[in-house]
């Protein structure tokens, strides 16, 4: 008996040893992938080489430790992530075929016999326009999802996932006070870059106005819904005069927030970017319908205290938004040239329905469709959904975009059943419907940064989608139906 006993003890000591590395791998990963999300927008957005091969070779270092580090109960979690990975598998497998010189020359990208002609000698063709760039894309595009995935495995646990808006909020609120600065101070300067593009606007660490208003629409929905979530932990005396005094301390000692809210709106605004202001305004309706539709939220609903961090956002929206919404509003479609991009895009999709263009492929096919009613230079299409539909053919692009969508779905079933941190799927349904509609008139999801900001977020909220309990019951299902050891 005494010798059963000590073995217990021992088993128990290395269990409790192992659950210890554990936990400090673990921690060790969330804040090397914090640090990647913080300091990505810094290199002009990581749309340097340089930086976005620095992020994935982060990314791939993280995965290999957090194999070590995962949990059970967080390998059951990903089982429910079979649907979107099987998708996205689909997607990479592509991609790597668009490049693979091995494939039927009927498959050849008409390009390369162009090619055949002007250098005068045979050149082995592939489906991809450009085979270098495709591989850059698929790099990119395994780095965003890895992001994604380290993201659910990590946020799991709710302190992390409050940590993890609270990093984008607060990250994101210095790099919209440099714009600040930076645009105040005579708007000269990109970084250390003398400014050559959008000088009348703000463009924080960013080239493109329209990039960083995406980023920081993201860090604004970050922001709010750390803010509300804060909301949780007030309590409200039954007298008005004790409310309004508890009121008062609630909200100075969140003064910081509400001040990195104001500054998120009025960088925004200062953007003077009109789609970042429509999808941004749109987010945050979103955030606040499905809100309205969890359960739990029903005491913030019921006190108002919703309307706080949004009245704060249309503050700054009266303040500083008014070249803003004179840009939106004095729009003329006819004239825009973007609808004409949009239309070759499309004559070209329907020459390359089925095996597409090559991921990365559009700086070189759109000069053959151009016409000269194209004045300005395209490298990209300005429509994310048409770009993809070109390059990766219209059956894996809608793997692609049905993949996000499980993740949304996911989401949404987390905002009906979670009785506590419901504010989590909630933002995720928000933050997609924002990078979503921006999508459809530009090419912020092209930028890294913005990707890498976008695919935390839903990583988190993915991971909080679903109760520990719900968990906890399937891994003690799973450990019934296990043979017990001999």
């Given amino acids: 008996m005494r010798e059963k006993s000590s073995r217990d003890l021992s088993k128990r000591a290395w269990t409790s040893i192992k659950i210890d590395r554990r936990r400090h791998l673990n921690r060790i990963i969330f804040i090397s992938l914090?640090?990647?999300?913080?300091?990505?927008?810094?290199?002009?957005?990581?749309?340097?080489?340089?930086?976005?091969?620095?992020?994935?070779?982060?990314?791939?270092?993280?995965?290999?430790?957090?194999?070590?580090?995962?949990?059970?109960?967080?390998?059951?979690?990903?089982?429910?992530?079979?649907?979107?990975?099987?998708?996205?598998?689909?997607?990479?497998?592509?991609?790597?075929?668009?490049?693979?010189?091995?494939?039927?020359?009927?498959?050849?990208?008409?390009?390369?016999?162009?090619?055949?002609?002007?250098?005068?000698?045979?050149?082995?063709?592939?489906?991809?326009?450009?085979?270098?760039?495709?591989?850059?894309?698929?790099?990119?595009?395994?780095?965003?999802?890895?992001?994604?995935?380290?993201?659910?495995?990590?946020?799991?646990?709710?302190?992390?996932?409050?940590?993890?808006?609270?990093?984008?909020?607060?990250?994101g609120s210095l790099y919209a006070v440099y714009g600040l600065v930076i645009f105040w101070s005579g708007n000269k300067t990109v970084m250390w870059f003398p400014k050559w593009a959008y000088r009348d606007d703000l463009t924080g660490t960013f080239v493109n106005r329209n990039s960083f208003a995406t980023y920081l629409g993201l860090c604004t929905l970050a922001a709010l819904c750390y803010l509300i979530k804060s909301f949780e932990h007030m309590r409200f005396e039954e007298y008005w005069r004790n409310r309004i005094n508890g009121t008062i301390e609630f909200i100075s000692a969140r003064i910081v927030v509400i001040i990195s809210i104001f500054a998120l709106a009025t960088a925004l605004f200062l953007t003077h970017s009109r789609g970042g202001l429509v999808s941004t305004i749109c987010g945050i309706s979103v955030l606040a319908i499905t809100m309205a539709s969890n359960p739990s939220l029903k005491r913030l609903r019921r006190l108002g205290w919703i309307a706080l961090p949004v009245a704060i956002f249309f503050i700054a929206l009266f303040i500083s938004g008014g070249a803003t919404l004179n840009r939106l509003i004095g729009t003329d479609i006819d004239v825009e040239e973007r609808l004409s991009v949009y239309r070759l895009t499309i004559q070209a999709i329907t020459d390359y329905p089925w095996l597409g263009s090559g991921l990365n492929s559009f700086t070189f096919m759109f000069p053959i469709y151009r016409s000269p009613e194209i004045v300005k230079y395209y490298d990209l299409t300005h429509n994310d959904y048409l770009q993809n539909l070109l390059e990766l053919g219209i059956p894996v692009a809608l793997c692609l975009f049905t993949a996000i969508l499980y993740l949304v779905a996911i989401c949404m079933r987390g905002l009906r059943l979670r009785r506590r941190d419901a504010i989590f799927p909630c933002m995720g349904v928000a933050a997609t419907f924002l990078v979503a509609l921006h999508a459809m008139v530009d090419f912020s999801l092209q930028i890294p940064a913005v990707t890498y900001t976008y695919c935390f977020l839903l990583g988190t909220a993915v991971a909080q989608s679903w109760s520990s309990r719900q968990l906890s019951l399937e891994r003690s299902s799973e450990t019934d139906l296990t043979p017990p050891q001999k």
């Fill in 34 to 171: 914090c640090a990647v999300i913080a300091l990505a927008p810094f290199f002009l957005g990581a749309v340097w080489p340089l930086a976005w091969d620095a992020v994935g070779l982060c990314v791939a270092l993280l995965l290999i430790m957090s194999v070590v580090g995962a949990k059970d109960e967080e390998q059951i979690f990903t089982k429910y992530l079979l649907v979107p990975s099987f998708l996205f598998g689909v997607v990479v497998i592509f991609i790597i075929v668009q490049i693979m010189p091995w494939i039927p020359r009927a498959w050849d990208n008409p390009i390369w016999d162009l090619a055949v002609t002007a250098l005068g000698r045979n050149v082995v063709g592939t489906i991809a326009a450009d085979r270098q760039e495709a591989l850059i894309g698929l790099f990119r595009l395994l780095s965003y999802a890895g992001i994604f995935y380290l993201a659910v495995l990590l946020c799991r646990d709710a302190a992390r996932a409050y940590a993890a808006i609270k990093l984008v909020t607060i990250s």
